[in-house]
């Protein structure tokens, strides 16, 4: 499994842009990089999946350079309800093994 | 509302009581997880089942007992806790052991403490 680094957390206030980045420089050919949130006292939620470039949803966005050995989580106009632990992952995705959950980045949104 | 849910959302017990904790998913999904938060620390993941069969257990203690009698439901069997195993205890569901990484539901959590 590929490490990751992640800061462990940040501020920001509510409607500016956040980006959060993931180290992984021994991300392997067939890996995903996948980020999950997490509020106080519940349960890690699926935000975004990317193999390269650039994806989007309704949710945010994820910047991959061509090297992979980063990727950027970018949360537009966040609000206080974004306060949360931001989890960056990195694996196989399709193949059999379970979630690795490192510390995370808390992030802050102050009015 | 995810489509995993766990109950009770709180439980404070006993080092000397017996207490269950249950998961419910009924999201078609054939392997269920239960994973360990303790405060300022990642999950740790403790037991995986599949197809109601245990494949995995991270070396948890024997005072933590699992049981899968289907692949809807999954419960976490305490006895004789140490205040150490005060935490957030949650439950995952991903269709198969091949699961995508984005495939995982996860429940609210029982937010246990022992004294």
């Known amino acids: 499994l590929a490490k990751t680094t992640q800061p462990i957390s940040m501020d920001s206030y509510e409607g500016q842009e956040v980006n959060i980045t993931c180290s992984h420089n021994?991300?392997?050919?067939?890996?995903?990089i996948t980020w999950y949130q997490q509020f106080p006292s519940q349960g890690p939620r699926f935000i975004i999946q990317g193999y390269k470039t650039k994806v989007t949803n309704e949710v945010a966005s994820l910047f991959i350079p061509a090297d992979r050995k980063s990727s950027t989580l970018s949360l537009p106009r966040v609000s206080l309800s974004d306060t949360a632990v931001y989890y960056c992952l990195v694996g196989p995705s399709g193949s059999a093994r379970q979630l690795t959950f490192g510390s995370g980045t808390q992030l802050t949104v102050l009015p | 509302e995810t489509g995993v849910t766990q109950t009770p959302r709180h439980l404070v017990m006993g080092m000397t009581n017996k207490k269950s904790l249950k998961c419910e998913q009924h999201l078609g999904h054939n392997a269920m997880y239960w994973y360990k938060q303790s405060a300022k620390k990642p999950l740790e993941l403790m037991f995986v089942?599949?197809?109601?069969?245990?494949?995995e257990n991270n070396s948890v203690p024997s005072r933590f007992s699992p049981e899968c009698p289907n692949s809807s439901h999954l419960f976490l069997h305490l006895h004789t806790l140490q205040p150490e195993d005060s935490a957030l205890y949650l439950c995952a569901s991903s269709q198969d052991l091949k699961g995508r990484q984005d495939g995982y539901t996860f429940g609210s959590g029982t937010r246990l403490t022992v004294v």
């Open positions: 021994n991300i392997a050919t067939n890996d995903y």
């Open positions: 089942y599949n197809f109601k069969e245990q494949t």
